[in-house]
């Protein structure tokens, strides 16, 4: 049964490209944090290269694994083998197997940069553990996780965004503001709860993957106790990828039947006043909102505001409230990096263009089939991939605008290198979004220059910033951000604007002039053309 799941996945033009795609870019990002990791050749560096491997393979396991997954109910030609002898838990048992396969693969493909570490003396043979096997079980947890939430019912879900802001509101009171400072806040309450408390809160902070991480390459570090908690850790890891497949597995035909067979209750609220006269952009945002990621928005809204707090106190910052989330955060980049972080989050929806995207060839066909014999013009597709990706990111932008407005009024920054961030940012945005509407309007993925952007862009502003070369840094569009509240607002900043600037404008007018005209040639060389992902 499993052969055909996997020769389809190797064979498939589109699903080919996109493995070699995020194959090569997965090697030359290792290979070039790796470098930057060797030249340190401290135990601080190594733990950082660890934190970013975690991050690494929960973005790549979300894109290989859980991106394919999430999409695959979406296309009602599900319904075929839903209803032949092929069980819906072993069709999604077989689909997850590959997505896992290729997962792996592309992991694999990272070896050598580790053999070339282990030859430099930068790491050991043990070090392997943390570094590639530990963050492979959680990307692919984290990936499955993330597929049995979306395939859970409506009503769990707002239930565990409930949880899921709870759990925010603890971390920020816990993590943050009381940080260090725990056991003081923790005297205030009855002994025995008081000790139980600081037991869970410890038990959090360590036995959790970036932990786990952080003790294995720190000072202090036992041997056998940071390998029993890296084996304890993965096999939670290992726990919880097994419970969400099997919960996906035997959830996929009911989050089927919910997509298209469920009814619309009469009590529903009329939404005729919402569409107004742009029904295409107002059926982008309700589809770009469907997962609208809320958690992720007040975790990061939540820690801006105590961070915007903290730099506007500065000195005055309470005594008995934490402080060294705070100066980790410095060493990190402090709040231009944070602000510069957060644009490249709202950059996200407008240079994948979620809202107007369609996974396959033959569903992209089936609604232009129908878009195409309106009225419609490009300034209406425009406006609608727009809309779409202002909803989507322009919180984001409002965390990044609260963090500028700190630095300013705490002195981190003069007001002109704030509105000078402040324009860079937009323009970031812009930028990113004219790309992403072009690509659409012409039928090419954007899936891997979108993540040049997002992640390739940043990562060459941080390695030219550590070559100490801020002007080159400033011609790349992530830097117009983070250069002028860094202190390195120069010529480089100003080229990268207007180059930046004149590209968005030229972007966004031919995108504008042949929309209409690039999508009907599209359709005419692709209808009937056979599914290729």
């Known amino acids: 049964m499993l052969r055909p799941f996997f020769a ?37 560096g190594l733990a950082t290269f660890g934190y970013v491997l975690l991050s690494v393979a929960m973005v790549e396991g979300a894109a290989l694994v859980g991106w394919r997954l999430t999409q695959l109910p979406k296309s009602q030609a599900l319904e075929f083998l839903l209803v032949s002898p092929v069980q819906p838990v072993r069709l999604f048992l077989a689909e997850a197997l590959v997505g896992l396969s290729r997962f792996a693969l592309v992991w694999l493909g990272g070896l050598p940069v580790f053999l070339g570490l282990m030859l430099s003396g930068a ?61 003081v806040w923790l005297r205030h309450l009855p002994p025995k709860l008081g000790e139980f408390l600081f037991d ?11 932990g786990v991480v952080r003790y294995w390459f720190g000072p202090d570090c036992v041997g056998w106790i940071a390998r029993e908690r890296a084996g304890w850790l993965t096999a939670a890891g290992g726990g919880l990828l097994l419970f ?8 996929l035909k009911g989050h089927f039947h919910d997509r298209h067979y469920k009814p619309i209750s009469s009590a529903r609220a009329s939404q005729s006043e919402l569409i107004g006269d742009k029904p295409l952009s107002w059926w982008a945002v309700r589809r770009v909102m469907e997962f609208s990621g809320r958690i992720n928005l007040w975790l990061a809204g939540g820690f801006a505001i105590m961070y915007s707090s903290f730099l506007v106190a500065g000195d005055d910052w309470p005594p008995w409230m934490g402080r060294l989330v705070f100066q980790i955060f410095e060493q990190w980049g402090g709040p231009a990096g944070v602000a510069t972080a957060m644009c490249i989050m709202a950059a996200v929806p407008a240079v994948f263009q979620y809202g107007l995207w369609d996974n396959t060839v033959p569903d992209r066909c089936k609604r232009l089939e129908l878009l195409l014999l309106t009225d419609l013009r490009g300034v209406d597709y425009w406006h609608a991939s727009l809309s779409a990706a202002w909803r989507r990111g322009r919180g984001y932008l409002v965390i990044a605008a609260m963090l500028w407005v700190a630095m300013g009024i705490g002195g981190r920054a003069s007001w002109e290198c704030v509105v000078a961030a402040a324009v860079g940012g937009v323009t970031f945005w812009a930028f990113g ?34 070559a100490n070369q801020p002007d080159l840094a400033g011609l790349i569009p992530t830097g117009l951000s983070y250069l002028p509240v860094s202190g390195h607002l120069g010529w480089g900043w100003a080229v990268g604007l207007i180059g930046t600037l004149v590209l968005t404008i030229w972007l966004t007018t031919t995108g504008l002039a042949k929309c209409d005209p690039d999508l009907r040639r599209w359709y005419d060389a692709n209808q009937g053309r056979r599914a290729e992902a």
Not at 22 to 43: E, R
Not at 244 to 251: D, E, S, T, V
């Open 123 to 183: 790491i050991e043979s043990h070090d392997l553990f943390p570094l590639m096997v530990m963050p492979f079980v959680w990307g692919a947890a984290v990936a499955m996780g993330l597929t049995a939430w979306v395939y859970e019912p409506v009503w769990v879900r707002r239930i565990g965004e409930l949880f899921g802001l709870f759990g925010v509101l603890v971390y920020l009171t816990v993590g943050v503001l009381a940080g260090e400072n725990i056991v």
């Open 8 to 44: 389809a996945a190797m064979v498939a033009p589109a699903r080919q490209l996109t493995f070699r795609r995020v194959a090569v870019a997965h090697v030359l990002f290792l290979f070039a944090v790796a470098w930057l990791t060797a030249s340190t050749g401290t135990s601080h």
């Open 244 to 251: 969400a497949l099997l919960r996906a597995a035997f959830r």
């Open 433 to 466: 979004f004219a790309v992403g509407f072009r690509a659409f309007a012409t039928g090419n993925q954007t899936s891997g220059l979108s993540s040049v952007i997002v992640l390739g862009l940043p990562l060459l502003v941080w390695g030219l910033m550590r």
């Open 200 to 210: 869970v809160v410890m038990f959090t902070h360590t036995m959790n993957p970036f």
